[in-house]
């Protein structure tokens, strides 16, 4: 099974950058319509937009439309949770009756659960009590299955960040790592959020975050031919033997792509 991961489009018209920003994710968007083979699904790992509002959501739906594949989108710190539900399909809800936009998507060979990472009061992550025990429900449902987490806040340190550590308080990655720990089929952990290419752990879980596909956000060092190039990732899952490989790519213009 392929995933393809793109984070942080901030579509933001009001930006200086906006313009810059839609055709970043256009030039995403049509690069992963011609992977060979298509990958099975996109997942967004939030911020699709900058502080939300219907018009903002409207037009980056109009550009994720273009895609070939299903789309499933977390929600970011500068998301607006109800027009994600809204704009874009979120799964067998987990959390039905409350805003959080956390679900599960079981169409795959890898179960796909969304986590909602956002707090009530930061730009921070959180993860309460009730987020927790539904991921806790959730995977004891199916505990075979192997199953990929997405999500906006990495819950593992990023040292080359100002804010290591990207929640409030160490609770929320707390209630995390106790929720998935010995869970043995759960085989990686998606993220953004810190605009950079980093790796972690937690509770034995690989986990990583993408860098923004908004080159205008992006942080850390990439090869002097991506400075122009916006990035996604890509995730080969090996399901029988439960392993990922990943890959962060530039998007292709057409006339290479071509070749
Ligand atoms: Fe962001």
Redesign the pocket.
């Known amino acids: 099974m392929i995933l393809a991961q793109i984070?942080?489009t901030?579509i933001d018209p009001e930006n200086p950058n906006g313009a810059d920003r839609v055709s970043d994710l256009e030039r995403c968007v049509a690069d992963i319509n011609r992977l060979d083979p298509l990958p099975d699904a996109v997942i967004h790992t939030?911020?699709l937009v900058h502080n939300g509002t219907p018009a903002k959501y409207r037009l980056a739906a109009s550009i994720l439309g273009a895609l070939k594949i299903p789309l499933h989108v977390a929600a970011?710190?500068?998301d607006d949770r109800a027009a994600i539900r809204l704009a874009f399909p979120t799964g067998r809800d987990l959390l039905p009756d409350t805003a959080f936009v956390q679900y599960s998507v079981d169409d795959y060979p890898v179960r796909l659960i969304a986590l909602d990472t956002l707090s009530a009061t930061t730009n921070m992550g959180d993860f309460c009590d009730g987020r927790a025990e539904a991921l806790r429900v959730a995977l004891a449902e199916d505990g075979g299955k192997p199953t990929a987490l997405f999500m906006h806040h990495p819950p593992f340190e990023v040292r080359e960040s100002t804010y290591g550590w990207q929640f409030d308080s160490q609770d929320g990655i707390e209630r995390i790592r106790r929720a998935l720990d010995g869970k043995t089929n759960v085989i990686r952990l998606f993220s953004?959020?810190s605009?950079r290419d980093v790796r972690g752990w937690i509770a034995g879980v690989p986990a990583s975050s993408t860098p923004?596909v908004a080159i205008d956000?992006r942080l850390g060092d990439f090869p002097a031919e991506l400075a122009d190039v916006p990035i996604y990732q890509i995730h080969k899952i090996n399901v029988g033997l439960g392993t990922v490989t990943s890959e962060t790519r530039g998007a292709r213009p057409a006339d290479v792509a071509a070749e």
């Open positions: 984070s942080d901030h939030g911020d970011g710190n500068r953004g959020h605009h923004s956000l």
